[in-house]
């Protein structure tokens, strides 16, 4: 009931495309939604958060979808670059404690020019 | 933003060694830490959730006498790997929290540990 689900495994995209990564929960007790972007040799930086009371939240080229009753959100880059190339992970926590977050599996991307 | 640094960024050491690895909050106090292990390929495992000033919260199935985590201040926190040997190999990645509720927390760039 903990886990999130994060799909796909990798995934390559074109310079100027959209990515697309897919997560879903389960424990309806989460309300808060980050992404996090980690590259090689690196600890991850948080991308965007989210939390259930909106549906979308826009910032820059990284858009979150959120759909509270399929328990299911997700990321997209608009206007991929190379240098989006990382690893991005989802995770979920709880309002209780934003800090402590379960992670999911992680997507790699690979933005090809 | 706030910034956490850690130290060293990567270490080799022989099997039967212990390793510390520290976590320091540059500019922001931390009342919670945590500390997580990366496999190649892999997402991260909480393995401690730290709170200054008290012992150390483990997960399931983390040993809390072979990765010994003391969190003194509200500025640092380390992780030592008591007698390493070549499977306890990772990336180990530290975070701070502020401990408000709607703060994130904030990643180290980790430690790259290799035990020979």
């Known amino acids: 009931q903990q886990q999130v689900k994060q799909s796909p495994q990798s995934l390559i995209v074109q310079k100027g495309g959209i990515s697309i990564i897919n997560c879903a929960y389960e424990n309806t007790a989460f309300d808060y939604f980050p992404w996090y972007q980690q590259f090689p040799g690196k600890g991850p930086a948080l991308l965007i958060a989210i939390r259930p009371d909106v549906s979308e939240k826009k910032e820059g080229r990284f858009t979150i979808s959120f759909n509270k009753s399929a328990k299911q959100f997700s990321l997209h880059i608009m206007d991929s670059q190379p240098g989006d190339s990382a690893t991005y992970f989802c995770?979920?926590?709880?309002?209780?404690?934003?800090?402590?977050?379960?992670f999911g599996p992680g997507t790699s991307l690979s933005v090809i020019p | 933003g706030a910034v956490v640094s850690q130290h060293p960024s990567w270490v080799i050491c022989k099997s039967g060694t212990s390793v510390k690895i520290e976590c320091r909050s540059l500019?922001?106090?931390?009342?919670?830490m945590f500390w997580y292990r990366q496999f190649p390929k892999q997402s991260l495992m909480l393995m401690a959730t730290?709170?200054?000033?008290?012992?150390?919260?483990?997960e399931q199935g983390v040993e809390k006498d072979k990765f010994l985590i003391n969190h003194a201040s509200l500025t640092l926190s380390t992780l030592t790997v008591t007698s390493a040997h070549p499977e306890d190999s990772s990336f180990y990645i530290c975070s701070a929290s502020r401990g408000v509720s709607n703060q994130p927390q904030h990643f180290g760039d980790g430690t790259r540990l290799s035990i020979l």
């Open positions: 500019d922001f106090q931390a009342t919670t």
């Open positions: 730290s709170n200054e000033g008290s012992k150390a919260t483990y």
């Open positions: 995770a979920a926590g709880m309002k209780t404690s934003y800090d402590k977050v379960i």
